[in-house]
Every structure is written in structure tokens, then in C-alpha cells.
């Protein structure tokens, strides 16, 4: 279980966090930027209950 | 116990060329798609979407794309091979989604004009779909000199189709139903 879950914003069942993904871009700083990696770390999020699926930034 | 939840299986038809005979293939699948239980989908077709061309990538999408691809289980994509690629336009638009594609099931059915059957686009577009975070299956529909495989009003011609599809909508839905479980079951 992550730290902090998901709710899914469409049903409000708690989501599942199945894949992060690294991805590249200009910004530098804020949550989810991964130094070493040289990237921001987007956490994947599907909801068990009605599927819909969901992202957010790591941290 | 089984999942009372259809899987969603849009077939994305890559391209918006006049006189495409891809839109023959596109048909077909859906067709063969609309056979099986436990399916629902429905045809997407790129030349009829909303497509920003002044910005690009994740997040720019067409909000009825990115919603079909937040509901989709899996994705068929029908690709006619130009000059050894997928359509700009095609990439475009896959481009303008992420998070909607990451675990999810891809197959490609490649057309081509000529005798080859889009082989080279299936190998130039892998790369692509798994960046994405997209899961390719390992069986392909390769429809090659494709005037002869469907007639100008899409009457099928080769019945050797309806088996290759088939096949690899058995394979798809297969790993459709494995990723639904994963994604939302398997924490990482």
C-alpha cells in the first residue's frame, strides 16, 4: 500500500498505484523530480472498482 | 470469479488519407471485435479528431480520445506503413495521452499497399507503443497488398483474415484481461 492513496476522482474507491513512470521535461524543482534520474517520477493509479485510471507526481 | 465489467476495446483507425483502405481493416476488426463477449468498442477514428497542432504531447489531447483511452483495457491500433512509419498524424495524436495507455494491452494491424504487410511499420511502431507504457502483444494482422484483401466497397476478399484476426483478438484479450487484473489489483 503507498503512503498516501489515491481516491479515484471518479467512483471514490480507493485506487491502486500499479507503475511510475519517468518522465523528461523542461521544469526543474517541484514534487516528484528525481534528481538522479534527472526526471519527474509520475506515479500510475487504476481503480479497482470502475477502472478509470490516473496520474500524479511523485513525493 | 469473473469480472461483471466488459473490457473496452477501441479500434484506433491511424489515419485520415482520402480513399484510405485501411478504413476497410478498421471496419473489419470492429466487426469481429463486436462478436465477442465480454467486449465493448468502438471505432476511433484520427482524421475525425479535435488534434492540436500549435502544442504536442502529454496532456494536449482530445478530451473524447483521452476518455476513450482512460475506459480502454486494450487498444487496436490499424496502421497503414508510410514510408517505413506510422502516420505523423497517428503519432500525434498517441503522443497527446500517458498516463491512459501505462499497462494496458496494444495490438497492431499494419496494412500496406504493397506485398510486405506493414512488417516494417509493426517494427518501427514497438518502440513507440512501449514508450508510452503501452504492453504489445506478440501477435500482429499484417494485411499486404491490401486492394486485393478487401474490394473498393470493403467486401472481404482473402478469408485467411478472419482467421490471423482471430488469433489476435484471442492473444489480446488475453493480456487485456491480465493487465485489468494487474493494474488494479498488483500494487508496485
Known sequence: ?59 | MPDPRPLSIPVILGTARKGRRSAHAARFVLGELQKRDGVVTELVDVGALSVQLDDSGQDTADPAFSGCMNRADAIVLIVPEYNHAMPGLLKHVLDSCLKEYVHKAAGIVAVSAGPFGGTRVIETSLPVLRELGLVTIFWDVNVGSVAKVFEENGLLLDPALVRRTDKFLGELIWMAKTLRYGRESIAL
Open chain 1, 1 to 59: 500500500m503507498p503512503e498516501r492513496p489515491m481516491t479515484c476522482p471518479k467512483c471514490g474507491a480507493t485506487m491502486n498505484r500499479h507503475g511510475e513512470k519517468l518522465v523528461y521535461t523542461g521544469e526543474t524543482g517541484g514534487a516528484g523530480e528525481d534528481p538522479l534520474l534527472g526526471g519527474v517520477m509520475q506515479e500510475m493509479h487504476a481503480c479497482p472498482h470502475c477502472g478509470h485510471v490516473a496520474s500524479r507526481r511523485a513525493g
